[in-house]
């Protein structure tokens, strides 16, 4: 999904979506849309959203936030606690494999890009797929690998302490 599109108009589904809670997010999103979450999610990559998709999306941002307050969720502490755990089992383990895989995502997302740049790699919608997704996984190595930047960390703690419209 379009999360950095998604993150401006919905922060707390966004914020869902990102972290281990995805599930949840991704049904209150499709049903207000009246969608599948399937569908839901082509409809953000594609971006071309009308006024009542926009309307549905916030009115999930709002169901959302409800619900994590009823529940007594922190998706920002959820999302961290989850790449914490990955790290301290990355440190108990020595496992070659994160790094392999993260070295393999670097080399494929910025070999596409470069092949792109170059024209030795011709635009599709394979090419884009391939893109958008390596793109999203070398995010995630990178916030695994070095945190979220400061400004993030302070824009979520804003959110979370947030109340929701009523």
């Keep these: 999904m379009n999360l950095s599109f998604l993150a401006q108009l919905a922060p707390t589904v ?12 991704a049904e209150v999103l499709a049903a207000k849309l009246g969608v599948h979450p399937d569908d839901a999610q082509k409809m953000l990559e594609a971006g071309k959203l009308n006024s009542d998709q926009v309307a549905a999306i916030q009115a ?3 169901e959302l936030k409800g619900k994590a307050q009823s529940m007594g969720l922190d998706f920002a502490k959820l ?10 089992m990355q440190i108990a383990t020595k496992s ?11 080399i494929g997302f910025f070999g ?6 170059s024209g030795k790699v011709v635009a599709g919608p ?12 070398w995010t995630g190595i990178i916030a695994f690998y070095f ?5 993030s960390q302070k824009k979520d ?3 979370h302490q947030s109340t929701p419209v009523q």
């Design 147 to 151: 945190g979220s930047s400061a400004s």
């Design 157 to 159: 703690d804003l959110l």
């Design 96 to 106: 070659w494999i994160p790094a392999t895989l993260s070295i393999g995502v670097t």
């Design 112 to 117: 596409i890009l470069v092949g792109l740049m």
């Design 126 to 137: 394979e090419i884009e797929i391939m893109l958008g997704s390596l793109g999203t996984a």
């Design 14 to 25: 966004a914020s869902a979506l990102g972290g281990p809670l995805a599930g949840m997010a």
């Design 79 to 88: 999302a961290t606690d989850d790449r914490k755990s990955a790290r301290d």
């Design 60 to 62: 999930a941002e709002i």
